[in-house]
């Protein structure tokens, strides 16, 4: 089971921008997927992005790519979401997800290891 911590959510303005860190201990971490989820009041958590550890190859959800980006440091064993030009809409609670078959998947369910969530709150 791999242990997740998030952190760097918090209340920005409109057009500004957040990293989130979620740093993984447990089970090797090259050897796994790492993902990123959200959840906004009243809707159902929804895929953000997912990396591969071992290659860094990543999938950023459609509607987000050129505002989100993920990436991953295997040194300190740490996924980041940099989230740009933030929107109202990008208001969530931000949860960070790894899966031990390295498969890329959107799909939550199939996800072993959630962390407690970091809160993302975009507001003027």
């Known amino acids: 089971q791999v242990q997740l911590v998030e952190s760097g959510g918090g209340l920005v303005q409109p057009g500004e921008s957040l990293r989130l860190s979620c740093v993984a201990s447990?089970?090797?971490?090259?050897?796994?997927?790492m993902g990123w989820f959200r959840q906004s009041p009243g809707r159902e958590r929804e895929f953000v992005a997912t990396?591969?550890?071992?290659?860094?190859?990543?999938i950023v959800e459609d509607s987000l790519k050129g505002r989100f980006i993920i990436s991953r440091d295997n040194a300190s064993n740490t996924v980041y979401l940099q989230m740009n030009n933030l929107k109202p809409e990008d208001t969530a609670v931000y949860y960070c997800?790894?899966?031990?078959?390295?498969?890329?998947?959107?799909?939550?369910?199939?996800?072993?290891?959630w962390g407690q969530g970091t809160r993302v709150t975009v507001s003027s």
């Open positions: 447990g089970p090797a971490f090259s050897n796994i997927i």
């Open positions: 997800a790894a899966r031990t078959v390295a498969i890329f998947t959107v799909n939550e369910s199939q996800y072993n290891s």
């Open positions: 990396i591969r550890q071992s290659d860094g190859h990543s």
